[in-house]
């Protein structure tokens, strides 16, 4: 991160577009797992958003599980990052659920900055609602519809000024090891899979910075499953076996956080439920962050 740039923190403790509760405690369990603090004068707390919590909601064919409250919680979202960036700040958003970061491009949009996206994930989250009626959870589905792939719900992909608010050549997966999801063959974007970042995680920084950086610069995207459940065990989806190791991803984002360009940062999915009694492993992603956009070991 630049010296001298302020972080504006916000909150979205949300668990609504998730598979079941828990990811709605994970901005308070970072804030006590000491983020804020490792932070000091880098950060102003912006405070949360409305806890949401999941819910159960009748499945309708074809619709996103609680649609209309994932908007919701989308639309104050994306309110609070656009006071941010009012206040001249660079955000750092914790969700929640990795829908967040429709709202936050939703945000940068309202304040005519076109950003790029790098979307380091362990999936893509390209799932539509049609494909997947069985599972229509859009915490899958958030990149479809800051794309507005054919099928898209309005609710959700005409959250912002436009649509798409996200065009697949400021796009880079980075770091995924689950299967391809782009099963229509509709998003051309840069795909930089684990393996690739194993092999060189500054070089895969780069060329993905390279690829979707343009005037107003880029947000990284952060869900934990893009690591090894077996070495980080917080994601609320895991990936066992397979994933980043912690040191990849370390190595990842120091290059990614280290780059001029940095818009702001969205970090999504850590369940607190997931985490030991003592909170170790949050701790761990809280100095993995820390060190990344300071340049100094948390």
Request: glycine letters at 10%; proline letters at 7%.
């Amino acid at each position: 991160m630049a010296p001298g740039t302020t972080l504006g923190l916000v909150g979205v403790p949300s668990s609504v577009a998730a598979h079941a509760p828990g990811l709605e405690r994970a901005p308070a369990a970072l804030r006590r797992a000491g983020l804020v603090e490792a932070l000091g004068d880098r950060v102003v707390d912006h405070g949360d958003t409305t806890l949401a919590r999941w819910r159960h909601d009748p499945p309708r064919r074809g619709t996103p599980h609680d649609v209309a409250r994932v908007a919701e919680v989308l639309h104050e979202a994306r309110a609070a990052v656009a006071g941010v960036l009012a206040d001249g700040h660079r955000p750092l958003v914790l969700g929640g659920e990795c829908t967040v970061t429709v709202a936050v491009l939703a945000a940068f949009a309202d304040a005519g900055r076109d950003v790029g996206l790098v979307y380091v994930d362990g999936g893509q989250d390209l799932q539509l609602p049609a494909d997947h009626p069985d599972e229509p959870i859009a915490d899958s589905m958030g990149v479809a519809h800051l794309l507005d792939l054919p099928g898209a719900h309005d609710a959700l992909a005409g959250l912002g000024p436009r649509r798409p608010l996200l065009t697949p050549d400021r796009l880079a997966f980075v770091g995924y090891s689950d299967d391809e999801e782009d099963v229509h063959g509709q998003v051309p974007s840069l795909r930089l899979p684990a393996t690739t970042v194993t092999a060189d995680p500054a070089a895969a920084a780069q060329r993905a910075v390279d690829t979707v950086r343009g005037a107003d610069g880029f947000v990284v995207h952060l869900d934990v499953d893009v690591l090894d459940f077996l070495e980080l065990p917080l994601a609320d989806v895991p990936t066992y076996g397979h994933g980043l190791a912690v040191d990849d991803l370390a190595a990842l984002l120091r290059a990614l956080l280290g780059t001029s360009g940095l818009a702001g940062l969205v970090v999504a999915e850590a369940n607190p439920d997931r985490d030991d009694e003592t909170g170790t492993h949050l701790r761990t992603l809280v100095g993995l962050l820390v060190d990344a956009l300071t340049g100094e070991p948390a």
